[in-house]
C-alpha cells in the first residue's frame, strides 16, 4: 500500500519539482531521478505483490494483481531508461534552437505526468478512472507532440487530440453502458464500477448491453491502441513528435491502452456465452497486422516506419489475447514485455542517428556504421530483434502466437506469415543501407546514452534465451486471470 | 401525478437536446454556436435536476451543478475568451448543403433510437426513453465535427459530445459515481484549457484556423 502512494506520489512531486526548476541545467537529471524513483517504488510494489499476492487499497479504488504489477514494472523501466536516453538527447535540440526554455519545462514537467497518468490507469480498480486516466495521457502529450510548433507538428497534434479525444469518448459510452449492466446486479454507486466487483459477478451481467458496451469500448480504447481502421493518428504523432515521447508512446502507451481492452474483454467475455469479444479482437488483430506491413514499405520518414512497425506488433497481440486461451495470452504478454523493450531501443537509436543526419527522411541517412558503430548497432540488432529473428524475445512470442494460431484459428497463419514477411522485406530493406555504406552525417556536441538501447536489447536477447522461472510463473499467473 | 409530471418534463428537456443539436449542426456563426452550447449545458442540467427531485438521488444534484458550473458558466467563458482574442468572433463559416446534413441528421437519430430501443427496456431510470436521444446527440455532434472545417466549431462539436454522454449517463442510469464524474469533469476542464493554448499556437503557425491547412500529413 506505501508502495502504491509512492509510486503515483513520485511523479506527480517530480512533475512540480520540474515546474519549479524550468530550464536549470539540472533539470534532465532530475526528471531521470524522479524516474528513477518510480522505478523503486514499482520493485517494492512487485516485492509486494510477488510475497503476499494480489491487493486491493485506499477503498478499494486501486488493486494489485500480477497482470497490473508486471505492466507498472515495465512502464516504470521503460520511463526510466527513457529519461537516460532523454538527457542528451534533449541537451542537443536544445543546441541546435529547437527547444526553447519554455518548451524545456513543458516537456519535463508532462513527462512525470505522463507517467503518472499510466500508472494510475493501469493500478486504478475503477473502470471510470481508468477511463479518465487515459484521458488525461492524451492530453499530457498532445503539447509534446507539437512542442516544435512546426506545420507538421502541429497538424500532428490536431489530429492526436481530435482523434484520440473522439475515440476515447465512445469508450466513455461503453463504460456508462458497462455501468449500467452492472448496476442491476451491484447496485447504484459504489462498487459497480470497480473491476474486482465485476469480475465475481461477470457471469450476471446483461449479455446483451454488454455486447454493445463491448464494442464502444473496443473501438474506443483500440483508438489508443492503434488499431486500423482508427490508427490513422498514430504514424503522424510518433513522427512529429520529440523522440522520446515517440518511445514512450510506442513503447507504453499502447500497452496501456490494450490493458484496458483486456481489461474488458474479461468481462465482456464472462458476460456473453459466445465469443463475441474474442471474434472482434482477432480481426481487429489481424486486419491491424496485414494493413501495417503492406504501408511500411511506403514510408520515407523513419519514425513513421516505426510507427507503422508498432500497429504491426499491437495488432499481434490483440489478435493473441483474442484467441485466448493459456498459451496464446502467455505469448501476448511476452510479446508486449518484448516490443516495449525493443521498439523503444529502436526509437533512441533512430533518435541518435535522425539529431547526426539532421533529418528523419531516411533516403538522406547513410552510413551510421562510420560515424558512429554503436548508434548503428544498436539500429541494425534493434530492427533484427523487432523483426522476429531468432534469437531475441520477439521471435519466441510471434512463434508462440502463430503455433497456438495454427491448431485454434488456422485460417489466420497464412495471413500473419503474410505480414511478418512483407514487413521483414520492408523494414530490412531500408534500414540497411541507413546503417552500411558511406556516410553523410556530422558529429553532436552532447555523447548519446546509448546504455539504454544496449541494456533493452540484451533483456530481449535474454527473454528469447531464457525465461527466468519467477518471470514465467508470474506471465502465467496473469495469463490466467485472462482466461 | 408527480412522477409523470417529471417524466414529460425529462422528454421535454431531452426534446430540446435534441432540437439545440440540430440547431447546432446548421448554425454557421461561430458566436450563435457558442450560445446553443450554453443552452445545450442548461437544458442537461435542468433534466439532471428533474430526475434527482423525482427520484431523490441526492448525488444528482451535486451532478447537475458541475454540469452547471462547467458547461453552462466556465467552458463557455473560456470559448468566449478565446474567440475574442483569436479575432474570430463574428466568423461566420460557408457550410455547404445544410438541407442534405439535416437529413442524414434525421437517419443519424432514426439508427440511434433503433439501437438504443433494446437497451433502454432494461432501464429502471424514469429517463430511460430518451436514451436514445443522448446516443442521436452524441452522433449529431460526430457529424458536425467531420463537416466542419474551421477548428473552433470542431471544438465545440467535441463539448456538445460530451454533453450527450453525461446525458446518456444520467437517462440510461442515475448518473455515474461522483469521483468518475469529478475525473471526467476535470478532463474536460483541462483538456479546454489545452486546446486553447493549441488553438493559439495553430494560428501563430499558419495565421488561421482553417483546419484545412492540417491536412499535409499523408502517407503517399
Known amino acids: ?27 534532465p537529471e532530475i526528471n531521470a531521478a524522479a524516474s528513477f524513483l518510480t ?18 487499497a485506499f477503498h478499494e479504488q486501486f488493486f494489485v494483481d500480477p497482470l497490473n504489477v508486471f505492466l507498472v514494472a515495465l512502464t516504470a523501466f521503460v520511463g526510466f531508461t527513457t529519461s537516460l536516453f532523454s538527457a542528451p ?22 513527462y512525470q505526468l505522463f507517467m503518472l497518468t499510466m500508472l494510475l490507469a493501469l493500478t486504478s480498480n475503477n473502470m471510470g478512472i481508468l477511463w479518465v486516466a487515459m484521458e488525461a495521457a492524451t492530453l499530457t502529450t498532445v503539447l509534446l507532440v507539437s512542442v516544435y510548433r512546426t506545420p507538421a507538428s502541429l497538424e500532428a497534434a490536431w489530429k492526436y487530440f481530435i482523434l484520440c479525444g473522439v475515440g476515447i469518448a465512445q469508450a466513455l459510452f461503453g463504460t456508462i453502458l458497462l455501468y449500467f449492466a452492472a448496476e442491476r446486479v451491484l447496485g447504484a454507486q459504489g462498487h459497480a464500477l470497480l473491476w474486482t466487483h465485476l469480475d465475481l459477478v461477470k457471469h450476471q451481467l446483461e449479455p446483451a448491453i454488454m455486447s454493445l458496451a463491448f464494442v464502444f469500448l473496443l473501438v474506443g480504447y483500440g483508438t489508443k491502441v492503434g488499431l486500423v481502421p482508427l490508427h490513422n493518428w498514430l504514424p503522424d504523432a510518433h513522427a512529429e513528435g520529440p523522440t522520446p515521447i515517440s518511445a514512450v508512446l510506442s513503447g507504453l502507451l499502447l500497452n496501456v491502452a490494450l490493458y484496458a481492452v483486456i481489461r474488458c474483454k474479461v468481462l465482456a467475455e464472462g458476460a456473453l456465452a459466445s465469443h463475441f469479444a474474442a471474434h ?45 486461451g493459456p498459451i496464446a495470452n502467455f505469448a501476448g504478454l511476452l510479446h508486449m514485455t518484448v516490443h516495449s523493450l525493443v521498439k523503444s531501443a529502436i526509437f533512441f537509436a533512430v533518435g541518435h542517428a535522425a539529431q547526426k543526419a539532421g533529418t528523419q527522411v531516411m533516403d538522406e541517412i547513410r552510413g551510421l556504421l562510420r560515424v558512429s558503430p554503436r548508434v548503428g548497432w544498436g539500429l541494425m540488432i534493434g530492427t533484427l530483434a523487432i523483426l522476429g529473428m531468432p534469437p531475441f524475445g520477439v521471435f519466441t512470442s510471434e512463434f508462440l502466437i502463430l503455433t497456438t494460431a495454427m491448431r485454434e484459428q488456422p485460417w489466420a497463419t497464412p495471413l500473419l506469415l503474410l505480414a511478418l ?21 556530422g558529429r553532436l556536441p552532447y555523447q548519446p546514452a546509448l546504455a539504454p538501447v544496449f541494456v533493452h536489447l540484451a533483456l530481449a536477447l535474454m527473454l528469447g534465451l531464457y525465461i527466468p522461472p519467477y518471470l514465467a510463473a508470474w506471465y502465467r499467473q496473469a495469463a490466467r486471470l485472462l482466461g | 401525478m408527480m412522477y409523470t409530471l417529471a417524466i414529460q418534463l425529462v422528454n421535454l428537456f431531452a426534446a430540446g437536446m435534441l432540437l439545440l443539436a440540430f440547431a447546432m449542426l446548421a448554425q454557421r456563426r461561430i458566436l450563435t454556436l457558442i450560445h446553443l452550447y450554453a443552452l445545450q449545458g442548461l437544458a442537461l442540467t435542468a433534466s439532471t435536476v428533474t430526475v434527482a427531485w423525482a427520484t431523490g438521488q441526492a448525488h444528482l444534484y451535486e451532478s447537475a451543478a458541475i454540469t452547471f458550473a462547467l458547461k453552462v458558466v466556465v467552458l463557455p467563458w473560456i470559448l468566449h475568451r478565446l474567440i475574442r482574442r483569436l479575432n474570430v468572433k463574428w466568423d461566420v463559416e460557408t457550410l455547404i448543403n445544410i438541407p442534405s446534413m439535416m437529413l442524414v441528421g434525421i437517419v443519424l437519430v432514426v439508427f440511434a433510437f433503433n439501437l438504443a430501443l433494446p437497451i433502454s427496456e432494461f432501464s429502471r431510470s424514469i429517463a430511460r426513453g430518451t436514451l436514445g436521444i443522448a446516443l442521436a446527440c452524441v452522433l449529431m455532434s460526430f457529424l458536425m465535427m467531420i463537416t466542419r472545417s474551421k477548428a473552433v466549431p470542431q471544438v465545440i462539436g467535441f463539448l456538445s459530445m460530451e454533453n450527450g454522454l453525461f446525458f446518456a449517463a444520467t437517462s440510461a442510469t442515475y448518473g455515474m459515481p461522483m469521483v468518475v464524474e469529478l475525473g471526467i469533469a476535470l478532463d474536460v476542464l483541462v483538456g479546454m484549457v489545452i486546446l486553447g493554448v493549441f488553438l493559439f499556437q495553430i494560428r501563430e503557425r499558419f495565421d488561421s484556423l482553417d483546419i484545412r491547412h492540417l491536412e499535409k500529413l499523408k502517407d503517399d
Open chain 1, 89 to 110: 538527447y534533449m541537451r542537443n535540440e536544445r543546441d541546435k534552437g529547437r527547444m526553447t526554455p519554455a518548451r524545456l519545462r513543458l516537456y519535463h514537467g508532462m
Open chain 1, 1 to 27: 500500500m506505501d508502495a502504491l502512494a509512492m509510486l503515483l506520489a513520485v511523479p506527480l512531486a517530480g512533475a512540480a519539482c520540474l515546474w519549479l526548476v524550468g530550464e536549470r541545467e539540472a533539470a
Open chain 1, 39 to 56: 522505478l523503486a517504488a514499482a520493485a517494492w510494489l512487485t516485492a509486494e505483490v510477488v510475497s503476499d499476492g494480489p491487493f486491493a
Open chain 1, 421 to 441: 514477411g512483407v514487413a521483414f522485406a520492408a523494414i530490412f530493406g531500408r534500414v540497411q543501407p541507413m546503417v552500411f555504406g558511406e556516410t553523410t552525417l
Open chain 1, 280 to 324: 472482434m479482437m482477432m480481426a481487429f488483430g489481424l486486419v491491424s497486422t496485414v494493413t501495417a506491413a503492406f504501408f511500411l514499405s511506403r514510408q520515407r520518414d523513419i519514425k513513421r516506419m516505426f510507427a507503422y512497425s508498432s500497429i504491426e506488433h499491437m495488432g499481434i497481440m490483440t489478435f493473441a489475447f483474442g484467441m485466448g
